[in-house]
């Protein structure tokens, strides 16, 4: 079988997102996911508009910044995106998706993002086609496909999304792209996901959540995907 990879990428990356972490201990969530061996860790951020939850802003990604050397991944689940992409970046982003639903003007704003140093990309709702990227392809640097409808970490994987990528890697086909999937993502389905195109993947509860603790749940993920 051959697994599809963004050129210039290298393989498959796991991004832990500390949704599912201890709050009162996110330091110790952090540098637990280094030496397990995580790529990144995704930062979930939530307005109470966008999705209903409020989580974390920039003073956090700021804390978190100081507290561990891997690229911080922003998933930004927030309407005008536009207000905040500054401020993330000064707080340490390395990654930053903004929602194409979340919206109005998508290419401003992944040019602005990579204008303020940061890597540029897309979250796309389970509801939402991969073609809706079709018209930014050149000001991406990664596509956050989501399998579960964002706002809380512990929902239940929507297995059309391989579908979905599957479809995005061949749109995206020659370009240094990367596909993360996010939501429900586990040792479960890692492999299909990698089989599929995903090349990022993004867990929080089954890292963060697991009775064995986080170390052996990334070397779970990354075992089951196979590289
Ligand atoms: C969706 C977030 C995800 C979510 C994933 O709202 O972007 O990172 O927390 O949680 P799990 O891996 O538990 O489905």
Redesign the pocket.
Known sequence: MTVPTAPGLGGVQISA?I??ADFANLGEAVRAAERGGADMI?V?V?DGRF?PPITMGSVVVEALRRETGLPLDL?L?VVEPERHLAEFARAGAANLAVHIEATAHPHRDLAQIRALGMRAGL?LNPGTPPESCSELLDLLDFV?V??????????E?IPASLGKVRRLRRMLEGRPVQIGL?????ADNAAAAVEAGADVL??????F?APDGVEAAIARIRAAAGR
């Open positions: 997102s949704l599912s995704q979930d939530m999705v998933h689940m979250a956050l989501m399998s579960v409808n964002p706002g809380y970490s512990g929902q994987f996010d939501g429900g993502v586990s993004v867990a929080a509860s089954a890292i959540g």
